[in-house]
C-alpha cells in the first residue's frame, strides 16, 4: 500500500534592513507582508530578523558579521530558504549562498515565483517567464540553482528547471522571441479593445488583497477568483454590468500591486494593464482597514503613473469598512478624500452608492442622439458606426434616420463629419 503525504512546507527565514529613514514600525509592517508572500509562496516563516544599518553592505548585504549570525540560526533552525525583503545584488547574492550553504531569494525573486506558480493562460505565462529570464540574466552563477531540478520549492518555478545550463545568449535569444509572441497577444487584445470601445469602460486597481475581485463578482455576478492571498487574480478579467435598465459598461478586474514591484514585471505586464489604459475611469479599491493604506494608494499611483494612466478620471473605493476597528478613519478619509465611497464588497454595504455614481458618469460620457442624413451619405452612416454605438437605423424616403450612442469625444467626431458633409 503506498503512502500519500503531503508536499513538505519549506521553512524560512525572512531579513530586512532598517537604514536612518525608517522607523522600526514600517520595517516590521514591510517584514509581514513579506512573510504573506513567502506562505503565498508555499514557505513558513520561523524567524524574522532585522539589520540596523546606515546603508547596505556591498559585499553582505547586512554586513559580514550579520550575515554569519543568519547562517548560525540557518543551521540552529533547519532553515531552507533564507527570504530578504530588498532586492540584491549578484554579487550579494553569490556572498551570502557561500557562507550560509541555502537558498538565498530577494523580493522580486519571491514576487517572480508566486507570478509564476498562478499564471494560467498563455499570455500571463509568456510575461512571467520574460520577467523570469531577465531577472534571471545577471544572476546565472547562484550557487544553489543546479540542485533546483532535483528539489524544487521556492524560486525554482518556470524557466528556472529548464534554462539553468544555459548561457546569456540563449537567454537573450529567448528573451527576443518572448517579447515577439507579446506584441502580437498585445495586437490581438487591441482588436478586442476596439469592438469594446462601443461601451464605457472601468478598471478596477488596488494593492493585491483589497478585494477587487470580491467587488467585480458583486457587481456583476462573475466567478472571478477571489482569496485571501496576494496576487491571487493575474489576467485581467472583463465582465459586463448593467447599472441601470438599458445603461451597459464594461468592468475589468485586474492584477493587484504591491510595493517594489520588480520593474521587469511590470514592463513585461503592460499588455494586460493596457485594459487599465484604455479604460474610461479607474476605480482605484482600498483596504481601509489596513494601517498602511495611504502608503497603499501612493504605490498604486505611482504604478500608475509609470504605465502613462495616472491622468485618467478616478474614483476612490474605500473597502473592508465591517473590518476596521478605528471608525474615526472614516471622518479623515471623508474630509481628505471628499469625493470617495467607503464600502464592503463582501457585506454589500453602500454598494448602491458606487452603482449610482457610475450612472452619474455614464450619462455625463456617454449620451445618445439622432441625427438626419440623406440617403446618398452612406460613408457618413459607415463613419457612425465606427465611432458609436448605433441603436437604430430608420429609411424614411431618401433620409436615413441614425440613432447611436456614444462618448463625448466621438459626440464632437460625428458632429464635425456631418458639419463637413
Not at 557561500?98 to 510575461?127: V, Y
Request: glycine share 4%; aromatic share 6%.
Amino acid at each position: 500500500m503506498n503512502e500519500i503525504t503531503e508536499d513538505k512546507k519549506e521553512r524560512a527565514l525572512l531579513v530586512a534592513l532598517k537604514t536612518k529613514n525608517e522607523t522600526h514600525f514600517i520595517v516590521e509592517e514591510h517584514l509581514t507582508e513579506l512573510e504573506m508572500l513567502a506562505e503565498t509562496a508555499g514557505a513558513e516563516t520561523i524567524l524574522k530578523v532585522i539589520q540596523e544599518r546606515q546603508k547596505p553592505d556591498k559585499a553582505f548585504y547586512l554586513g559580514k558579521g550579520k550575515a554569519e549570525e543568519v547562517a548560525e540560526l540557518v543551521e540552529l533552525n533547519d532553515i531552507d530558504i533564507v527570504i530578504f525583503d530588498s532586492d540584491l545584488a549578484p554579487t550579494q547574492v553569490r556572498n551570502l549562498e557561500r557562507l550560509i550553504d541555502k537558498k538565498i531569494l530577494d523580493r522580486s525573486g519571491l514576487i517572480l515565483d508566486i507570478f509564476a506558480a498562478h499564471a494560467k493562460t498563455k499570455q500571463a505565462k509568456t510575461q512571467v517567464e520574460l520577467a523570469q529570464l531577465q531577472y534571471m540574466l545577471p544572476r546565472l552563477t547562484r550557487a544553489w540553482t543546479h540542485l533546483s531540478k532535483q528539489v524544487g520549492g521556492i524560486g525554482t518555478k518556470g524557466p528556472g528547471e529548464t534554462q539553468i545550463e544555459t548561457d546569456r545568449r540563449l537567454i537573450r535569444t529567448r528573451i527576443s522571441k518572448l517579447k515577439e509572441n507579446l506584441r502580437k497577444i498585445e495586437s490581438q487584445n487591441r482588436t478586442k479593445s476596439l469592438r469594446r470601445k462601443e461601451f464605457l469602460t472601468a478598471s478596477l486597481v488596488g494593492y493585491t488583497n483589497a478585494g477587487k475581485s470580491t467587488l467585480i463578482n458583486l457587481l456583476t455576478e462573475a466567478d472571478v477568483l477571489a482569496e485571501n492571498k496576494l496576487f491571487a487574480t493575474l489576467d485581467s478579467t472583463t465582465r459586463s454590468l448593467e447599472i441601470e435598465k438599458g445603461k451597459q459598461m464594461l468592468i475589468s478586474d485586474t492584477v493587484g500591486f504591491i510595493r517594489k514591484l520588480p520593474h521587469n514585471l511590470i514592463e513585461s505586464f503592460k499588455s494586460t494593464l493596457n485594459v487599465v489604459r484604455d479604460s474610461d475611469i479607474i476605480l482605484h479599491v482600498i483596504d481601509i482597514s489596513h494601517p498602511f493604506f495611504e502608503d497603499h494608494i501612493k504605490v498604486v499611483d505611482e504604478t500608475l503613473k509609470e504605465l502613462g494612466c495616472d491622468t485618467k478620471p478616478k474614483l476612490h473605493l474605500f473597502n473592508k469598512v465591517d473590518n476596521l476597528e478605528d471608525k474615526a478613519r472614516i471622518d479623515y478619509i471623508k474630509e481628505k478624500y471628499p469625493d470617495s465611497i467607503i464600502i464592503s464588497a463582501v457585506r454589500g454595504y453602500n454598494i448602491n452608492t458606487v452603482k449610482e455614481k457610475l450612472i452619474e458618469i455614464y450619462e455625463h460620457e456617454y449620451n445618445e442622439k439622432t441625427v438626419t442624413l440623406n440617403i446618398t451619405q452612406s460613408k457618413l452612416v459607415s463613419q457612425i458606426h465606427s465611432l458609436a454605438e448605433v441603436i437604430k437605423t430608420e429609411y424614411i424616403d431618401d433620409e436615413v434616420k441614425v440613432t447611436y450612442k456614444t462618448d463625448k469625444a466621438n459626440h464632437n467626431k460625428i458632429e464635425r463629419l456631418i458639419n463637413k458633409g
